[in-house]
Nanobody, 118 residues
Framework: EVTLVESGGGSVSAGGSLRLSCVVS????????MAWFRQVPGEKREPVAT???????TIADSVKGRFTVSQDNAKKTLYLDIDNLMPEDTAMYYC????????????WGQGTQVTVFA
């Protein structure tokens, strides 16, 4: 069974930083594409960062320059580093796995809440 478990969220003041982690188990690491999404209640879930099976990354334009996605293959962990947090970054953050790298994310974590106060 594939499981994704996020952690690292919290309440922080604007301008601060956070590192979100997503520990993955149940599949052969380095063969899938991964992503971070975020969602605000009442709004659509949006992708903020992706990393493919060649470790090439993409960052959404809205957060470019502040968000960084990376992975530690030995620890089977995906990271999202967020710098210069803004109140509009407040959301539930999810990691997701795309086994065939077709932008069809089949596996999701339970999410970790990030709240940024001014």
């Amino acid at each position: 069974e594939v499981t994704l478990v996020e952690s690292g969220g919290g309440s922080v003041s604007a301008g601060g930083s956070l590192r979100l982690s997503c520990v993955v188990s149940g599949y052969r690491w380095q063969s899938w594409c991964m992503a971070w999404f975020r969602q605000v209640p009442g709004e659509k879930r949006e992708p903020v960062a992706t990393i493919n099976d060649n470790e090439m990354t993409t960052i959404a334009d809205s957060v470019k320059g502040r968000f960084t996605v990376s992975q530690d293959n030995a620890k089977k962990t995906l990271y999202l580093d967020i710098d210069n947090l803004m109140p509009e970054d407040t959301a539930m953050y999810y990691c997701a796995a795309d086994p065939r790298c077709t932008s069809n994310y089949e596996y999701w974590g339970q999410g970790t809440q990030v709240t940024v106060f001014a």
